[in-house]
């Protein structure tokens, strides 16, 4: 590893640490020549999957896209950004571990749709009138009646 100070690349470890769950060990150097001390990540480096949209277009699976969307369903509701961020972190580690190359972006609303029906309700009936691209108001009647039945005591 290079030095940022000097360029010199002998370098001496003090102390490697795991982070981020264990997906990437943080170190901690010193360069032989100047001292300077810096810290280095290292972790597998994976192919980035790529999002096959309803259209037939692909793109990045790109995380910031996904807490956007999240956050305009979520938006004035009693749901904090570090919950956004780890639903969207929650959610592109399953589709990681489950998809190798490619995704269908109705995969990930479905993903996506799981996790809102048990947090809001109201997030997640305005997830689903732009996932299941709704045209009138029976389509969000459907919705509500269909939560609505889920809580009902059974009898």
């Given amino acids: 590893m290079r030095c940022p100070k000097c360029g010199n690349l002998e370098d001496k470890v003090i102390d ?11 170190r ?20 980035k999957l790529r999002v ?13 896209k996904l807490a956007n969307g999240l956050h305009r369903a979520c938006e004035k509701r009693p749901i904090s950004a570090e919950q956004i961020e780890k639903i969207v972190d929650s959610i592109i580690e399953e589709l ?6 490619e995704v269908s972006s109705e995969a990930i609303g479905r993903k996506v749709m799981e996790r809102l029906e048990k947090l ?36």
């Fill in 96 to 101: 990681e571990s489950e998809y190798e190359r």
């Fill in 52 to 64: 096959v949209k309803r259209d037939g277009r692909h793109e990045a699976l790109d995380a910031h």
């Fill in 16 to 26: 490697s640490r795991s982070a981020r769950n264990g997906a990437v060990i943080r």
């Fill in 120 to 155: 809001d309700e109201v997030a997640f009936v305005r997830f689903a009138s732009v996932y299941r691209r709704f045209r009138d108001v029976n389509q969000f009647l459907n919705a509500i009646e269909g939560l609505v039945g889920k809580d009902a005591p059974e009898a």
């Fill in 28 to 47: 901690r150097r010193s360069c032989m020549l100047c001292g300077q001390r810096f810290t280095t990540y290292e972790e597998v480096v994976k192919a």
